[in-house]
């Protein structure tokens, strides 16, 4: 069973305090820069006090001992992941990914198996983000072993993007002396706020469940290849149909805005006409 501990009783701020003198923390992140760097080098106790929310200890109420300032850490292995991502640094974004990861991101359809799939999708964020969107991480809270969940969101030149709040949750293995991300699961905030016809939807999906309780086992016993055979058959069937039926909508709508401005150009010689035989 797993308790929170305060961050800043005397054990753990001295262990972080020593961490912090001994490994400066990457003012790349929009969330640290330089000046909360070297005010945490010259008073550490009160930059603990304004921002110990940033770092959360969870560890067991079994007889297991403290994590020392020298032994790994899943906070590092999240700051050094987030940093690669901001600074676009691939080489050690790709040492941070282990060769087995598995990357379940809940805005896509199909996970990310393996380091190369891994490797690909991470690619694409940080190509999608621009040069100016970092980043920003907001908490890290460490669980038993090797795991981290962390909260974050984006920012461009220093401010928030609506929408963008994020939570991960990470596994991490140890490769050589190195935490590596072996299990990553992200969920991104929608902006979409369907409210209360969420609650209506599942009310109305578990109806359906315990109703035909057999097409539940089949459906949730492989949810992902039945959206795949789902997406595979409108790729076959439908889309073709409905492609046909954008194209021909498209045909005619700028058959349409030919022909107004067909007659938006008649009425303007027509009215050129007027006024010259008027003259």
């Known amino acids: ?44 106790l009160k930059m603990m006090k304004k921002y110990s929310s940033r770092r959360n200890i969870v560890v067991s109420c ?3 001992p403290m994590s020392m300032p020298n032994q790994l850490s899943g906070y590092d292995a999240v700051m050094k992941f987030y940093s690669s991502i ?3 640094n691939q080489d050690q974004l ?37 040069q100016n969107v970092k980043f920003c991480v907001e908490n890290v809270c460490e669980g038993d ?4 969940a962390v909260n974050w969101h984006l920012e461009w ?18 490769e050589g002396g190195i935490l590596v991300i072996r299990n990553a699961r992200i969920l991104i905030e929608s902006p979409i706020k369907p409210g209360g016809v969420a609650l209506t939807l599942l009310k ?9 309780p057999q097409v539940a086992d089949w459906f949730l016993g492989k949810p992902y290849e039945i959206i795949q055979l789902t997406l595979r058959i409108y ?32 009425i303007i010689k027509t009215q050129s006409l007027f006024f010259k035989w008027k003259k």
């Open 86 to 88: 901001n600074e676009k």
């Open 145 to 148: 072993g090797y795991n981290a």
């Open 204 to 212: 109305n999906i578990t109806f359906l469940f315990d109703e035909f």
């Open 94 to 130: 790709r040492s941070c990914i282990s060769n087995d990861c598995f990357v379940d991101d809940f805005s896509f359809s199909k996970p990310f198996h393996g380091k190369k799939e891994a490797m690909k999708f991470f690619e694409e964020l940080v190509n999608s983000m621009g």
């Open 62 to 64: 079994l007889d297991q």
């Open 157 to 174: 030149k220093g401010h928030k993007i609506p929408f963008t709040r994020g939570c991960s949750f990470y596994e991490f293995t140890d």
């Open 1 to 44: 069973m797993a308790s929170v501990v305060n961050i800043m009783s005397p054990m753990v701020s001295k262990n972080l305090i020593t961490n912090l003198k001994t490994s400066p923390l990457k003012p790349d992140l929009p969330s640290l820069q330089h000046s909360r760097v070297n005010a945490i080098r010259n008073s550490p």
């Open 235 to 266: 790729g076959l069937f439908l889309a073709p149909l409905v492609g046909h039926v954008m194209a021909s909508y498209l045909k005619l709508l700028n058959n349409m805005t030919e022909f107004f401005l067909l007659i938006l150009n008649i």
